[in-house]
Nanobody, 129 residues
Framework: VQLVESGGGTVQAGGSLRLSCTVSGFTFDDYAIAWFRQAPGKEREGVSCVTINNGDTACPDSKEGRFKIYLDTFKRTAYLEMGNLQQEDTATYYC???????????????????????WGKGTLVTVTS
């Protein structure tokens, strides 16, 4: 299984960006997928709701509604729509996949990211003033 993120870059504060995560070597029949980020010197944090089997969702750490996850299983791609970006959003963004999926309450726990099975290598987002 391979996850490849793309779409990162430099954007001015207040701007928007859409990241993509293309998944290969995996059949979307029992899964959970989400986006995370990590800034230099900071801990990894979840930034999106968790999409579970493209039906249920769990939203532990979504960022004030500014970050939204969309999954297109036909294209095998998860997207992260980010709006009103601020300098503190500068980080490397990762998508992560879990299979088989767990109860939705599991994905509401603070450190559920530690149990995600596969991770991409990340894409860097830099927000300038």
């Amino acid at each position: 299984v391979q996850l490849v993120e793309s779409g990162g870059g430099t954007v001015q504060a207040g701007g928007s960006l859409r990241l993509s995560c293309t998944v290969s070597g995996f059949t979307f029949d029992d899964y959970a997928i989400a986006w995370f980020r990590q800034a230099p010197g900071k801990e990894r944090e979840g930034v999106s709701c968790v999409t579970i089997n493209n039906g249920d969702t769990a939203c532990p750490d979504s960022k004030e509604g500014r970050f939204k996850i969309y999954l297109d299983t036909f294209k095998r791609t998860a997207y992260l729509e980010m709006g009103n970006l601020q300098q503190e959003d500068t980080a490397t963004y990762y998508c992560a996949l879990d299979s088989p999926s767990r109860d939705s309450n599991h994905y509401r726990r603070k450190n559920y990211g530690d149990t995600m099975h596969w991770w991409g290598k990340g894409t860097l987002v830099t927000v300038t003033s």
